[in-house]
Nanobody, 116 residues
Framework: QVQLEESGPGLVKPSQTLSLTCTVS??????????WDWIRHTPEKGLEWMGA???????YYSPSLKSRTSIARDTSKNQFTLQLSSVTPEDTAVYYC????????WGQGTQVTVSS
């Protein structure tokens, strides 16, 4: 069974860069036909897809976040990461890492608050 776990700071100051890591167990970030996504949730907007990295290492980003988002992977650690730059309080959300062919596997989510 594939399991995902998010890790990173729960509090980030405005204008700084939010950095999260997703550790994958029971599977591999190089599994054929899988994609590895970052999705966030706020009560106001609901679920928002931020971007993804494919098993070939190709990245895809939401047009609205593309200028501030970077997704990468470390195959030696079986992890993939999210960086969101120039954060504002509007980036406060629960961040989920998600994987599979069609979003089958979800991490538990991690609350990130942007505040000074």
């Amino acid at each position: 069974q594939v399991q995902l776990e998010e890790s990173g700071p729960g509090l980030v100051k405005p204008s700084q860069t939010l950095s999260l890591t997703c550790t994958v167990s029971g599977g591999s970030v190089t599994t054929t036909n899988y994609a590895w996504d970052w999705i966030r949730h706020t009560p106001e907007k609901g679920l928002e897809w931020m971007g993804a990295i494919s098993t070939r290492g190709i990245t895809y980003y939401s047009p609205s976040l593309k200028s501030r988002t970077s997704i990468a992977r470390d195959t030696s650690k079986n992890q993939f990461t999210l960086q969101l730059s120039s954060v504002t309080p509007e980036d406060t959300a629960v961040y989920y890492c998600v994987g599979g062919v069609a979003y089958e596997y979800w991490g538990q989510g991690t609350q990130v608050t942007v505040s000074s």
